[in-house]
């Protein structure tokens, strides 16, 4: 399968617990998106990389939020001491450079869902 | 800041009739406008894209519109299958690549 990979796909956690989640693009992909989407919402900008460098960071991320793309393929998103607010569905999608896509499409997975007790 | 307005949040169409879904957007800037369809427990998936330059780009029983001057866009699906009872939603892309996403229509395709 050479889509983007999430995992975990499910996760239950207490409040107060810090947890992460780990992407693989596309492997050509140079561009990384973080998404948050809620119940009866759109996917919410999180943050994105360029390769390793990570250029965009939505308010939305708290200082609570971290992520990382350390080689520029892979990338972790870690949320501490976690609040009930903090119950998503976290998407990750992968493109190439804007200037390469004459679409402008992301490719997405098929997400991380959080629950925080 | 909503820049890509759905404001139907659900459709409901007999199979084989046409479906219209529609979006506004308030960017002048944005230079692509994308459609992807998103099922239960799963990622959105691509279906069909438009630019900023076009006014209409066709693939398969799919149509997106674009009316710039109205800052609209919609789209066709043409005939309607219950296959494609599931969430859309709109997109807009800016020139670094970045996504803003309406809020969805919940797309009811009934035989």
């Known amino acids: 399968d050479t889509g983007v990979s999430q995992n975990p796909r499910h996760k239950i956690t207490k409040r107060g617990q810090n947890v992460t989640f780990r992407c693989d693009p596309i492997s050509e992909h140079n561009r990384l998106y973080w998404y948050r989407q809620t119940l009866g919402q759109g996917p919410e900008f999180l943050t994105y990389f360029q390769n390793e460098a990570q250029l965009e960071k939505s308010r939305l991320l708290s200082d609570r939020f971290s992520a990382e793309r350390p080689k520029g393929s892979f990338s972790t998103l870690e949320i501490q001491r976690t609040e009930q607010g903090d119950s998503a569905m976290y998407l990750c999608?992968?493109?190439?450079?804007?200037?390469?896509?004459?679409?402008?499409?992301?490719?997405f997975g098929e997400g991380s869902r959080l629950t925080v007790l | 800041d909503q820049q890509v307005k759905q404001n139907s949040p659900s459709l409901s169409v007999q199979e084989g009739r046409i479906s219209i879904l529609n979006c506004d957007y308030t960017n002048s800037m944005f230079d692509y406008f994308l459609w992807y369809k998103k099922y239960p427990a799963e990622g959105p998936t691509f279906l069909i894209s438009?630019?900023?330059?076009?006014d209409k780009n066709e693939d398969g029983r799919f149509t997106v519109f674009l009316n710039k001057s109205a800052k609209h866009l919609s789209l066709h699906i043409v005939p309607s299958q219950p296959g494609d009872s599931a969430v859309y939603f709109c997109a807009a892309c800016s020139t670094l690549g970045r996504l803003y996403f309406g809020r969805g229509t919940q797309l009811t395709v009934w035989p």
């Open positions: 438009i630019s900023s330059i076009k």
């Open positions: 999608a992968s493109s190439l450079d804007p200037g390469r896509s004459n679409t402008g499409e992301l490719f």
